[in-house]
C-alpha cells in the first residue's frame, strides 16, 4: 500500500504505468490512422461512446454519493461524442446500430460494479475524462496541424466536438479531475483505496480491447503506402526522363 503523503492520482498512476504504456502504444498505432482518415477516427468514437454515456448516466443516478461529485460542469461528453457521430455516419446512424461485443463486456462490467461497488467507477471516470484532457487534445492538435500543413493526407471536413471544450481551460478541467479524487480518496478507507486502484488496471485492459476493434487501420497504411510509393515512381521517373533528355 503506497503511503498517505502521496496524492491518491499520483498513487493511481504509478500502479498503472506499465499497462497504461502498452494502452497508449496501442491507440499510437491504431487512431494515429485517424489523424487523416475520418471512417477510422468514427470508428474510434463509436467503442467509446457508450462508455461514456454510461458513466455520464452513473455520475447522474449517484450524484449523492462520491461517484457524483466527479461530476461538475464543461466535463459532460455525451452530446459531442453524438454531434460527431451524426457528422460522420449520418444522423440516423444509431437505427441500426448495435454496440460490438467488446464494449458489451465493458458495460457489462461497469453495470456489475454499480449494482455491487459504485465507487470502483471513479477509477473509470478519472482515468477516461483524463485521457481525453490529455491525449485526446494531443490527437486534436495533431489533426489540426495534418489540415494545415499536409492537405493532400487530410479529409479537411472534420467534426470535433468531443475533444472541444469551449472557453473551459484544459488545465482547470484537469485540476478539477484531480484535486477532485484526490479529496475523495482521503474519505476512503484503504482497503477501498487499494481496490480503486487495482480497479484502474482493469480500465485500461478494458480500454485495450475495444480499441484493438477498431476497423480500417489496416487498409489505410496500405492505400498511403501505395500512394507514397506511386509519388516515389514518379519523381523517379521525371527525372529520369530529364536526365535522358539532356
Known sequence: ?????????????????????????????KLAVALSNNSVWAEGLLIFYEIFRYLEEAMDRLKDTPVGELKFDGIRRTEGFKEDLDYYLGENWALSYTPRESVMKYLMHLRDLEASDPEMLMAYIYHLYMGLLSGGQILRRKRQIVDKYLPSFSSNNRSDKV???????????????????????????????????????MVFILNNEIVRTVRGTHWVILTKLIVAAISVAMVSFAVNYALRKK
Open 1 to 29: 500500500m503506497e503511503s498517505t503523503d502521496i496524492p491518491f492520482t499520483k498513487q493511481m498512476r504509478k500502479a498503472t504505468r506499465e499497462i497504461h504504456d502498452v494502452s497508449d502504444a496501442l491507440v499510437n498505432a
Open 163 to 201: 475533444t472541444e471544450f469551449g472557453e473551459a481551460s484544459i488545465s482547470q478541467l484537469k485540476k478539477q479531475m484531480t484535486t477532485a479524487m484526490n479529496n475523495i480518496a482521503e474519505s476512503l478507507t484503504p482497503e477501498k483505496r487499494e481496490k480503486l486502484i487495482e480497479e484502474s488496471k
